[in-house]
């Protein structure tokens, strides 16, 4: 049982667990007009004195009894966005000031979900001030953060996490402006869905549930070049991700481009790893007097076996990564939820489930696609189907929406 400064849970009176330090919301009315950002909300559980041994925090800002339904609780975010629209202009700046922020140097894990006391400033000035230096699991649902300011976040925060969650709402203005933007090849709103793919590759556990997805998640700019050479056609979709009537898609031949693709561009990597390995050691120091792995020193032949070392090196990093994911507790799992459909109107989610059958061995993908009705996982080249309810219904669950 961990003690009661361990952890830290703001929610309303509705739980009480042994051993856990509660304050209760404002959650008494189902429209908390006296909510809003402010540092004074936010001061005690950051500044390291009100709660000296806090390692994590959770804040569940709901009505008085929890709704059971999910669109509800999404309901109750769009209303909370909306005032934000109106309140946030002329709010003093000031209230963002967070003061000391010792605390987040122990805080492990930040749960925060519908919280109307956040804004983008207030984030922002948690995480650049770079003191969360020991955060592993940061879970945002439902907390109306501009999606310049989450694709910040997303790029310094996913590869120190261990544990990340970002829910939005099915009617989020933020994520219409970013597909809006995106069609118009305007980059000053953030595309959110390669930031998955770029920066949280060492993620544990990742919970992604937004309007719209895409294969940004999966494909890089090399890879859709390699599918655009090969001649495949891709673009046969309708914007909720339906593969158009009388058009098809050829999975098999998508699957066979970016295997035979990606299988080159390792071999690339090896070689490139390997040359500035070479290209280190011989701006050090003499290739004769180079030590090899395998054993002795080198007197000729020394830059072959500085190769040899290198290579060894690559695949034995390789080995180690396979053994950290297939020995993790529970698994690598990535669950990732279409609330509307794909982020570009002529993608289909046929190509996203080929494309998450090509993933990292070991780690396991769910797809849902709440428009379709579809869902299914995916895990080191197999795929099965399974029931949406048993994807997106615990969000209904009555007690906490634990994904």
Known sequence: MRTISSILQIDSPRRHLPGVRRHQGYGISPFPYECGPNAKFWRPYINGTSFPDCHAVEINHYWSSP?????????????????????????DRAR?????????KRLESLSLEYVIELDDDILQNIFRSRMAESL???????????????????????????????????????????????????????HLCPRIREFGKNLNHLVFAVPFICRDMFLSR????AL?????????????????????????????????HRHNQSHLHK????????AEVKASSS??????????????????????????????????????????????????????????????WAEMMVEADLEEAGVEWVLANLPMAVASKHRSGLSKDVDIADIVGRESDNDRYDW
């Open 67 to 91: 709704p059971c339904d999910p669109v509800l609780l999404i309901t109750i975010a769009r209303h909370a966005h909306q005032r934000r629209s109106y309140s946030g202009l002329g709010i």
């Open 96 to 104: 963002t000031e967070l003061g000391i922020l010792t605390g987040l």
């Open 136 to 190: 592993k699991i940061l879970e945002l649902r439902y907390c109306n953060i501009d999606y310049v300011v989450l694709a910040e976040l997303m790029e310094g925060a996913l590869p120190v996490l261990t544990h990340f969650t970002f829910l939005d709402r099915m009617d989020s203005i933020l994520a219409e402006s970013s597909r809006y933007a995106l069609a118009q090849h305007d980059t000053s709103t953030a």
């Open 222 to 225: 090399h890879d859709v070049e």
């Open 228 to 260: 655009n050479r090969s001649g495949i056609t891709t673009d046969v979709g309708t914007p909720d991700g339906r593969i158009l009537a009388g058009m098809s898609l050829d999975r098999h031949a998508i699957q066979q481009v970016l295997a035979e």
């Open 271 to 278: 070689k490139a790893y390997t040359a500035t390995a070479v």
């Open 287 to 348: 290739v004769r007097e180079i030590g090899s792995v395998f054993g002795g020193r080198s007197t000729q032949g020394g830059e072959l076996k500085v190769v040899r070392d290198a290579e060894y090196s690559y695949e034995q990093e390789e080995l180690k990564r396979a053994r950290t994911i297939s020995e993790a507790k529970g698994g690598w799992m990535r669950k990732i939820i279409a609330w509307e459909g794909m982020c570009r109107d002529d993608e289909t």
